[in-house]
């Protein structure tokens, strides 16, 4: 879609015969995209040229989603979820616990929060990939389709036994630290009270008798 003509452009596309299923535009002229056995292609000049990067997994691709020109991420059938740090030069699997088989549809990334969702199945991570957290929903039969992340958590969506939509809102949860200030109890200290000393009392007594001259 072009802004400045206000119309859709048509997108050769003779650069592949494979099925293309999911697309992101890096809103600089370049996109990325991924389709059928594993493929991911580069385009740039405003999807004026295009080139094939190769296979990067061995499953068809759903989604991707590159966070830099060199960082990226892509998710397919199968439990297929890899990542690239240097361009898609190499790609590496991501292993979480939970997912094995299950397809995934999309992935989206915003800052160090990650999310890939897929058949009965949410993942997610809040370190940039460090660590991994999946939600697994056979019992309520969940398929997702597609994720975004905003300022009021992570929404998916999908549909439940293919017949009803399914809308779910993640947020995190916000770890306050109160901080507690302890005063200082003044405790009033009585004095104790002073010891009576030991006082001798002398006295005269009255039976002797003293006469003025005696020495």
Not at 155 to 168: A, E, H, I, P, R
Not at 178 to 183: L, P, S
């Amino acid at each position: 879609y072009n802004q400045t003509a206000n119309l859709w452009i048509s997108i050769a596309t003779s650069f592949t015969t494979n099925a293309l299923y999911g697309v992101q535009d890096m809103g600089d002229g370049t996109a990325w995209v991924v389709g059928t056995a594993g493929y991911l292609y580069y385009g740039f000049d405003g999807g004026a040229s295009w080139e094939t990067k190769g296979v990067i997994a061995n499953n068809d691709l759903f989604g991707v989603w590159f966070t830099s020109a060199v960082n990226g991420f892509a998710v397919g059938r199968n439990g297929t979820f890899v990542q690239t740090t240097d361009a898609s030069a190499s790609w590496s699997s991501i292993e979480v616990d939970g997912l094995s088989t299950q397809d995934l549809y999309d992935v989206r990334v915003s800052g160090d929060q990650i999310v890939a969702v897929g058949d009965q199945i949410v993942v997610m991570s809040e370190d940039g990939g460090s660590t991994w957290t999946s939600y697994l929903y056979e019992d309520e039969n969940y398929t997702f389709h597609s994720s975004a992340i905003s300022d009021s958590g992570t929404w998916v969506v999908g549909t439940q036994d293919d017949s009803k939509s399914v809308v779910l809102l993640y947020e995190a949860e916000e770890v306050i630290v109160e901080e507690v200030i302890v005063e200082e109890e003044v405790v009033d200290v009585e004095p104790p009270e002073a010891e009576q000393s030991n006082l001798i009392k002398l006295a005269c007594s009255t039976e002797v008798e003293v006469d003025v001259n005696d020495p």
